[in-house]
């Protein structure tokens, strides 16, 4: 079992920025870990991930603006957010995969850009 614990998320104006933290209870056997967010009447939806060893994957809607970063020695994943625009509002859930496959979710953190 691995669980995560989220937080940063808040209200921010557009244009704004905000950084997510994540941290994991271990890193041990874990291989990818990134964020996800669901938007009100919507999927949930890739937003970054991250390799062990540090590769990193982005949705077209956020490159160039957000940025993911690891820690593997903290355990911990962050979501460095720039330039946020209102359809950035959502739930943001922290999500690792281990190497046997195993996926876990944290709680989530609402992030809400006001325009």
């Known amino acids: 079992q691995v669980q995560l614990v989220e937080s940063g998320g808040g209200l921010v104006q557009a244009g704004g920025s905000l950084r997510l933290s994540c941290a994991a209870s271990r890193t041990f056997g874990i291989n990818t870990m990134g964020w996800y967010r669901q938007a009100p009447g919507k999927q949930r939806e890739l937003v970054a991930v991250i390799t062990r060893g540090g590769s990193t994957n982005y949705a077209d809607s956020v490159k160039g603006r957000f940025t993911a970063s690891r820690d593997n020695a903290k355990n911990a994943v962050y979501l460095q957010m720039n330039s946020l625009k209102p359809e950035d509002t959502a739930v943001y859930y922290c999500?690792?995969?281990?190497?046997?496959?195993?996926?876990?979710w944290g709680q989530g953190t609402q992030v809400t850009v006001s325009s």
């Open positions: 999500s690792v995969m281990t190497y046997t496959g195993e996926g876990y």
